[in-house]
């Protein structure tokens, strides 16, 4: 065995009742090297770094660290033997300060035991702070950062359990293209350390950037591990999907018809003066950072936010929307950002939050018409191919492809005529996304306007035909969208 | 309405997936709680042969018909995510208001009864309305309205108890009908009306709606204070309806009626495995949770079991449900 190692995985085989999570994997990782593991969702790549970390034990096979077998009872344990993981949704302490959430769990005490030492402690943190590059007094409280910071505050956190192995699971699907610079300066310098990082992400470019290797698994079996030199874009798209993947944005050939949407002078808390609209047939992608304001534009359009002035004006009528209700019934259907706290009731079955937001049309008075609803939710689950035992499924357990498609399901349920995607694809797999950029085209095929918010700017240029960037609060630039590129956007989102 | 369908190049049927989904209706966890009762039910009747006969089962449901119409209440603002504390204090209020409009030869039965209730889904309306508008914790609006309402009930009968009721009115709570006692008929259509709601009407479905996700339930074009608003008043409401019931069957509109009878009512809710947290529950489970609690009350008393212990083992009983459904719902 190559003693470079610094972690090797062995035949590490998972179930949980009813299902081989996974079956006979295998991960070698090397000191100061970045490993990225790639896979769809529910490739098994979170339940294979869940076991690494303490949280599930492995039903068969072998965990060695630096050439010692080794079995983690709890996260504890691990974070005790330096294994540290950065969990795509952060879980901070909002309320304490940042040197505090840094040394959670692990405060430096004064000789009288439990007692906390406060000067070492905030001492350290900064020290910590200041070494990864962070202009943040660690005595500001966790929930005054960005999220970017609270990342770097968590990698700050690793660093001061002596991580010698730091799993960062999708940590850029938060943070925009800048903060990704900076992440990634940081990484680079683990590496020089000689910490092992294993990087979990869905973004390719992203990949190919940073990481040294690459592993990819699917469906619970390990399936190659490559040097990053050695692969190229397409060979890793067939490696993760099982298949040859054409080209996923297709071209279109519409010409636009009348307004559908247009707003003008739309001020609210965190933009201003925004004039747009959108026609028939069109899809309008809206660039911009992480924090620009353009969920903040949608959702006032949308009626989820108050807004200060402007006018909106439906099919060429000015409306006034106070409302999700009165947006919904002008013919307004929005995809929320966050299919978690505003898309789905998680709690629910799949069969009640596709019929949520057109609830009157399964409706007789006051009455819920059983039979009318099963069918109406069956036939939108064949229609956006939603893979679900039965529309009785509580929602929760699905995957996060099959939950975006329920939220798309339920909105366009109502058949709304102007369609607003705020940031459609984010976090699933490869599969799901060509499918809703393919529904999306479909949608403009027949008329519909759309508006798409997007961080990807690869999907931007993909899907739009027109495009507006929104930097601070105000739209900075129209592009078209065949004389749009990359660099264009990023100059105005950033300038 | 017009038909895209997504072409399913990758619905490449992932056995994996499909079967990680976790069967969230798995029979132990959907009947754990019926299972538990039955089980009690059969151990009592062993340990005491007059527990299951017609007569025992009569008074036991008569026993409950009023912490069950309470908790039925209130299981309607626990799905949609809320609390309320002040149910105690509203029955006492309403048992008091309706009471004073009951004295023989003053004014027809409809008077009081309609009385009592609108002052419950007024004290409803007041506690959604703190809550939706003023954007005040349930817990808190409703533990202040809990020391108001009894306030009140004592402002209105001077602090002293309300009586010479109306022999129409006494019915309400101590008569029988075709021998069984109105208590008991009165809380069965409590719980079709209520089952009702809950499981076939817009309202209903919104309700589970808020409790799960409020954002997602504003973002689907629901009025989500208009829902909460409903929730409370229907919860006060029929606390309404259960004061009038106990004022009957006391012959008394007492201001000090009800103390912690809020607590009793959530328990049962929570025993019939309806969330804290919102978004799930049901009233079959709260029946259910009712009769668990009365059926150990009564059972104990045949077994000649102190008061005391009463208490502890009612205590254990909730812990041990939730424990249960915790167990199951892993």
């Known amino acids: 065995m190559n003693p470079a190692y610094l972690l090797r995985a062995e035949n590490i085989s998972k179930s949980f009742p009813g299902v081989k999570a996974l079956d006979n994997v295998q991960l070698h990782v090397e000191k100061g090297k970045v490993h990225a593991v790639m896979g769809e969702n529910g490739a098994g790549k979170s339940t294979l770094m869940k076991i690494l970390i303490g949280m599930y034990a492995p039903d068969a096979g072998q965990i060695i660290y630096k050439e010692q077998p080794i079995a983690f009872k709890s996260v504890h344990d691990a974070l005790k033997a330096g294994f540290s993981m950065i969990h795509q949704e952060l879980l901070p302490f909002p309320e304490l300060s940042v040197a505090e959430n840094i040394f ?101 470019d992203e990949i190919l950037g940073i990481a040294d290797t690459i592993s990819v698994m699917r469906d619970g079996k390990y399936i190659a591990t490559h040097p990053v030199g050695a692969i190229n874009k397409e060979g890793l798209i067939s490696l993760i999907v099982g298949r040859e993947l054409n080209t996923i944005f297709e071209k279109r050939n519409i010409i636009p018809g009348a307004v559908a949407l247009s707003v003008k002078d739309l001020t609210g808390a965190k933009f201003r003066d925004i004039s747009f609209s959108v026609r028939r047939g069109e899809i309008l992608g809206i660039a911009g950072l992480m ?152 949608l403009a095929a027949k008329g519909k306007a759309i508006i ?33 590129t990359q660099e264009k956007i990023m100059q105005y989102a950033m300038m | ?81 809320g609390i309320d504390l002040s149910l105690g204090s509203v029955l006492a209020l309403t048992g008091v208001v309706a009471a004073s409009f009951a004295h023989p030869g003053t004014y027809a039965l409809i008077v009081p009864v309609m009385l009592g209730i609108l002052t419950g889904v007024i004290i409803g309306a007041i506690n959604g309305l703190t809550i939706t508008l003023g954007k005040v914790a349930p817990f808190i609006v409703t533990l202040g309205m809990m020391t108001i309402a009894r306030g009140l009930a004592l402002v209105w009968s001077d602090g002293r108890p309300v009586t010479n009721l109306s022999p129409a009115f006494n019915y309400i709570g101590g008569g029988d009908f075709l021998h069984i006692p109105v208590p008991i008929l009165l809380f069965v259509l409590v719980i079709i009306v209520s089952a009702v709601i809950l499981n076939y009407t817009r309202i209903g479905r919104y309700i589970y709606a808020v409790g799960g996700n409020e954002n997602a339930a504003r973002a689907s074009g629901i009025r989500v204070n208009g829902v909460k608003l409903f929730a409370y008043m229907m919860c006060s409401g029929l606390a309404g309806l259960a004061g009038i019931i106990l004022a009957s069957r006391i012959t008394t509109g007492q201001p000090n009626a009800g103390i912690a009878y809020e607590l009793d009512a959530i328990a049962a809710v929570v025993i019939g495995g309806t969330s804290l947290l919102g978004g799930r529950g049901s009233i079959a489970g709260t029946v259910i949770g009712v009769l668990i609690i009365g059926v150990i009350n009564n059972g104990l008393d045949l077994l000649n079991v102190t008061s005391y212990y009463q208490q502890i083992i009612k205590g254990v009983i909730i812990i041990g449900a939730v424990l249960l459904d915790r167990k199951n719902a892993q």
Request: glycine letters at 8%; a positive charge; charged letters at 20%.
């Open chain 1, 452 to 484: 798409m918010i997007s961080s990807e700017l690869p999907e931007i240029l993909g899907m739009s035909d027109r495009i507006l960037v929104v930097h601070n609060g105000m739209i900075k630039a129209e592009l078209n969208g065949a004389e749009a």
């Open chain 2, 1 to 81: 309405m017009e038909i895209i369908t997504i072409n399913p190049i990758s619905f490449k049927y992932s056995k994996m997936n499909l079967a990680k989904i976790k069967s969230s209706s798995g029979y132990l966890s959907k009947y754990g709680i019926f299972i538990a009762f039955a089980a009690i039910c059969i151990l009592l009747s062993i340990a005491s042969p007059y527990f299951f006969t017609a007569q025992n089962i009569l008074i036991v449901l008569r026993q409950v018909s009023i912490n069950g119409i309470l908790a039925i209440g209130v299981t309607f603002v626990i799905i949609a995510g």
């Open chain 1, 291 to 442: 924090g620009a304001g353009r969920t903040e534009i949608v959702n006032a359009i949308f009626g989820l936010d108050r807004l200060y002035k402007g006018t909106i004006a439906v099919k060429g009528k000015p409306v006034t929307i106070r409302s999700p209700k009165d947006a919904i019934r002008y013919g307004i259907g929005l995809i929320t950002e966050d299919r978690k706290s505003t898309g789905l009731v998680l709690s629910a079955t799949v069969k009640h939050n596709i019929t949520l937001a057109a609830l009157k049309s399964c409706c007789n008075g006051p009455f819920i018409e059983m039979q009318k609803e099963r069918g109406i939710a069956e036939q939108q689950m064949q229609r956006f191919a939603i893979k679900t035992p039965s529309v009785n499924q509580v929602v929760n357990f699905l995957s996060g492809g099959n939950q975006q498609k329920i939220v798309l399901a339920k909105v366009l349920l109502n058949d709304p005529d102007i369609i607003i995607l705020d940031e459609p694809t984010r976090g699933i797999d490869i599969g799901a996304k060509t499918e809703i950029y393919r529904l999306m085209n479909g």
């Open chain 1, 104 to 204: 959670m769990g692990n405060e430096p005490t004064t000789i009288i035991p439990g007692w906390i030492n406060r000067k070492k402690r905030n001492g350290d943190a900064q020290l910590l702070v200041d070494q990864l590059g962070l202009q943040i007094n660690v005595t500001r409280r966790m929930k005054t950062l960005s999220i970017a910071e609270m990342q770097m505050v968590e990698i700050a956190k690793a660093l001061s359990n002596k991580a010698a192995l730091i799993i960062m699971d999708e940590p850029t699907s938060a943070i925009s293209d800048r903060e990704t610079a900076v992440l990634f300066d940081m990484i680079r310098d683990l590496k020089q350390q000689g910490i092992a990082i294993i990087y979990i992400s869905h973004k390719m």
